[in-house]
T-cell receptor, first 112, second 116 residues
Framework: AQSVAQPEDQVNVAEGNPLTVKCTYSVSGNPYLFWYVQYPNRGLQFLLKYITGDNLVKGSYGFEAEFNKSQTSFHLKKPSALVSDSALYFCAVKTNAGKSTFGDGTTLTVKP | GAVVSQHPSWVICKSGTSVKIECRSLDFQATTMFWYRQFPKQSLMLMATSNEGSKATYEQGVEKDKFLINHASLTLSTLTVTSAHPEDSSFYIC????????????FGPGTRLTVL
């Protein structure tokens, strides 16, 4: 069975500082990894994904994520946080079977 | 990215009534649609997966007779909550995907259901 862990329920950073939202996964076979963001009372929006190739993936709104196979991690990062980045972030993993497994989500709060 | 719409965005109904939620992929053909339920500050709980023209596959613990899913076309799926009760109150989100399994899902904006 596949699983995703987001060890932090909440991440707080000051505007302008770098941010990291952590994600680790467990899956049989090669993983497809995704990050989504959810704003209040809205559906999820796709940020970025890793399928294969370069371990550093760049996505929307200046976000990036690094795939680390040995640590089975796919942490989301941004060099300089904005207040508007405050939202709920979900990591997800899929395999060829096609069903996504989502983490429990991490609430990011960026303070001015 | 692709656009998925949901209607209605919110609904309030009396206990015992049925509510239908529509999910449409507006600019692509969705071979697979997913229905999720989300409680406050919690992750998404997958309820069922549906492929166009086929019966939906329900997750364990989800009552298929209570949550009726129809995926009649490549752009439309519906979720009907039958004989709704207050415990069915939740935020329901649909998502759509097409093509390869490594493709991302596109999510609708969600429907807030409140059962009085």
């Amino acid at each position: 069975a596949q699983s995703v862990a987001q060890p932090e329920d909440q991440v707080n950073v000051a505007e302008g500082n770098p941010l990291t939202v952590k994600c680790t996964y467990s899956v049989s076979g090669n993983p497809y990894l995704f990050w989504y963001v959810q704003y209040p009372n809205r559906g999820l929006q796709f940020l970025l994904k890793y399928i294969t190739g370069d371990n550093l993936v760049k996505g929307s709104y200046g976000f990036e994520a690094e795939f680390n196979k040995s640590q089975t991690s796919f942490h989301l990062k941004k060099p300089s946080a904005l207040v508007s980045d405050s939202a709920l972030y979900f990591c997800a993993v899929k395999t060829n079977a096609g069903k996504s497994t989502f983490g429990d989500g991490t609430t990011l709060t960026v303070k001015p | 990215g692709a656009v998925v719409s949901q209607h209605p965005s919110w609904v309030i109904c009396k206990s015992g009534t049925s509510v239908k939620i529509e999910c449409r992929s507006l600019d692509f053909q969705a071979t697979t649609m997913f229905w999720y339920r989300q409680f406050p500050k919690q992750s998404l709980m997958l309820m069922a997966t549906s492929n166009e023209g086929s019966k939906a596959t329900y997750e364990q613990g989800v009552e298929k007779d209570k949550f009726l899913i129809n995926h009649a076309s490549l752009t439309l799926s519906t979720l009907t909550v039958t004989s709704a009760h207050p415990e069915d109150s939740s935020f329901y989100i649909c998502s759509a995907a097409s093509g390869f399994s490594y493709n991302e899902q596109f999510f609708g904006p969600g429907t807030r259901l409140t059962v009085l």
